[in-house]
């Protein structure tokens, strides 16, 4: 079993609204990763939690607030966006051995409106 | 520029044609990762390679990395509708992290019934 989920497919939301995210995996991994993907352009990775923590922010702006409660789950919790943040959010896991193939999994993504 | 350059950007094939897809690094790839996607949806893992000179075969495609390990291709025999997506690959340049990887722009591929 391959599977991350993603919920919900799809949000539109307010400029002033607040929403989450949400992605959950059971294949055992301990790294996950939330990811934006503008049109015909290549995932650019926002976010990793490592065991629970967080080992990369790649400087998102502060109204991208992620969150693992545990090492099934991960948030992206949404405030106060912009009609730029509009996007697919993709969300992944890995495993974190040193060394191995680390192979990334994606959830199916949840297309984000911001009107 | 672009530390991952893929090609070609789009592809349009007859049904049953062979094709290939490249994806070229300046610097040594510690892992390169072959994706596939259908607009809108999540990305789907088709096949990694680590070791220079690998091949690996999946049904009717095979991804490739060169012995100096800077290079992959990425080749479908006798093309199906159902192979239609865009094609990315995503590489780790850094032999200690894997994590955070490296992505080309992505090959549209049209196949024509």
């Known amino acids: 079993d391959t599977e991350v989920t993603q919920t919900p497919k799809h949000l539109v939301m307010g400029m002033t609204n607040k929403k989450s995210l949400k992605c959950e995996q059971h294949m055992g991994h301990r790294a996950m990763y939330w990811y934006k993907q503008k049109a015909k352009k290549p995932p650019e990775l926002m976010f990793v939690?490592?065991?629970?923590?967080?080992?990369i922010n790649e400087s998102v702006p502060s109204r991208f607030s992620p969150e693992c409660p545990n090492s099934s789950l991960l948030n992206l919790h949404l405030h106060a966006l912009q009609p730029e943040d509009s996007a697919l959010y993709l969300c992944?896991?890995?495993?974190?051995?040193?060394?191995?193939?680390?192979?990334?999994?994606f959830g199916a993504g949840t297309r984000l409106s911001v009107l | 520029s672009q530390e991952l350059e893929q090609s070609p950007q789009s592809l349009i094939v007859q049904e049953g044609k062979n094709l290939t897809i490249n994806c070229t690094s300046s610097k040594t790839l510690y892992g390169l990762y072959w994706y596939k996607q259908k607009y809108g949806e999540g990305l789907i893992f088709l096949m990694m390679l680590q070791k220079g000179g690998e091949e690996k075969s999946h049904e009717k495609i095979t991804a490739k990395l060169d012995e100096k390990k800077q290079q992959s291709s990425l080749h479908i025999t006798a093309s199906q509708p159902s192979h239609a997506g865009i094609y990315l690959c995503?590489?780790?340049?850094?032999?200690?992290?894997?994590?955070?990887?490296?992505w080309g722009l992505g090959t549209s591929l049209a196949v024509n019934p």
């Open positions: 992944a896991s890995s495993q974190v051995n040193r060394g191995s193939k680390n192979i990334q999994y």
């Open positions: 939690y490592s065991y629970e923590k967080l080992s």
């Open positions: 995503g590489a780790a340049l850094n032999a200690g992290n894997n994590r955070k990887l490296i």
